[in-house]
């Protein structure tokens, strides 16, 4: 069961919102309402987050992305549409049910700290406790226990103007943690960092992922960031969500021109992996070593490949086994047996490729659903060679 889901989020501002909504559901533009001196800052969003997973929201500056958030917590109430957590209709709770919810259940951590610079660090980071009402004692051990989890132990008497930029977001987050929300919210909250401490706080985020299982859900107008931590990415423009997919279906098959004019300068070979780009494993067969040898069977394939890796290896760790033999790399599930492999001339044929669109829609096209599996248009003569 999903553990958040938006259902046909609506957000207009301006008069006669509901109104707004009628209008753009019969297809009325964007610009049109603009016209009237009504903004639609999100139109028709849905999606759904799974327990744990990462759901990154990319777009530029106007796109809609930090008002879809703010729905999402009950910051701003939709015009239209349901935000569910955990099965329960947020938009139908009083404000009091909200506020509970708030406090105990969702987490946000912002992009400018918004730390007290009265308060200590430790007092910051149990903020969230104190409005929760929990004792001093144990407000105070939790608080601490967030600390050491985002690396600052030891900085909890430390005042907010002694902290660089990087470890007061880290206060931030250690707030956020502290009181052991199942969402969390994150709009933005590394891009006002330098890009080191931008990408310390990326791997702190990403690692601390891997033992918590929290839910998040990421703000960013960066693709990169979007593909580095985002289990699922769902980009926007003028209020719509245009793609929604893995960082690989956004990559690989761009839902149009826009989408596909923010994967040009994206390192593929961190993003793609053996899995997205393996050809069949029988297309090995029949092939021979550097000694000619032939391979006969799976069983050849594997005793001959000067690497086996798994389908979620980065294809960047694939080149020097590529370069160093003929027989491609071999690709193999969890228990070891052969499902794919990768020669040389399909990883080079992979990077070489342009990235276009998945249909020729134009870059105003209406939302689509989830990207279906990633395809590569190399042809199977390149992938077998």
Not at 6 to 34: I, Q, W
Not at 153 to 164: N, Q
Request: with cysteine; proline share 5%.
């Amino acid at each position: 069961m999903s553990r958040l889901q938006a259902e046909h989020l609506y957000k207009v501002f301006g008069a006669r919102p509901e109104e707004a909504v009628r209008k753009l559901e019969s297809g009325t533009d964007r610009d049109e309402l603009r016209a009237d001196g009504r903004t639609a800052a999100v139109i028709d969003a849905s999606f759904s987050v799974d327990p744990g997973q990462i759901f990154v929201v990319m777009g530029l500056s106007g796109s809609g992305k930090s008002t879809l958030l703010r729905m999402l917590n009950g910051l701003l109430e939709p015009t239209a549409g349901r935000v569910l957590f955990d099965g329960q209709d947020l938009t139908a709770l009083s404000a009091a049910e909200l506020r509970a919810v708030r406090s105990t259940k969702i987490s946000m951590v912002f992009q400018h700290f918004a730390l007290f610079p009265h308060r200590s660090v430790l007092e910051n980071a149990g903020y969230g406790l104190e409005v929760q009402g929990v004792p001093r004692a144990e407000r105070d051990r939790r608080a601490k226990e967030a600390l050491e989890l985002a690396g600052l132990a030891g900085w909890e008497k430390a005042w907010p103007d002694e902290l660089s930029g990087g470890m007061q977001q880290r206060v931030g987050l250690a707030r956020a943690l502290a009181t052991d929300a199942d969402l969390l919210l994150m709009d933005e909250s590394f891009s006002a960092l330098d890009p080191l401490i931008r990408r310390d706080m990326q791997d702190q985020l990403l690692e601390l992922q891997k033992r918590l299982k929290k839910t998040i859900v990421f703000i960013t107008h960066d693709l990169n960031e979007a593909m580095r931590l985002g289990d699922r990415i769902a980009v926007m423009r003028d209020g719509e969500i245009v793609q929604l997919g893995t960082a690989e279906d956004i990559l690989v098959t761009p839902a149009n021109e826009y989408v596909a004019s923010f994967t040009q300068d994206v390192d593929r070979s961190r993003v793609l992996t053996a899995g997205a780009i393996m050809a069949d494993a029988d297309t090995a067969h029949g092939s021979r070593t550097d000694d000619g040898k032939e391979l006969r069977t799976d069983k050849d394939v594997l005793a001959a490949a000067p690497a086996t890796v798994s389908v979620s290896t980065p294809i960047i760790e694939l080149f020097t086994p590529c370069s160093t033999s003929s027989v491609p790399v071999a690709v193999t599930d969890d228990e070891g047996r052969l499902v794919g492999v990768v020669p040389r001339a399909r990883l080079l044929a992979v990077l070489g490729e342009p990235m276009t669109p998945a249909d020729a829609s134009p870059s105003t096209s209406p939302p689509v659903a989830d990207a279906g599996p990633a395809t590569l248009s190399a042809d199977k003569e390149a992938a077998s060679a």
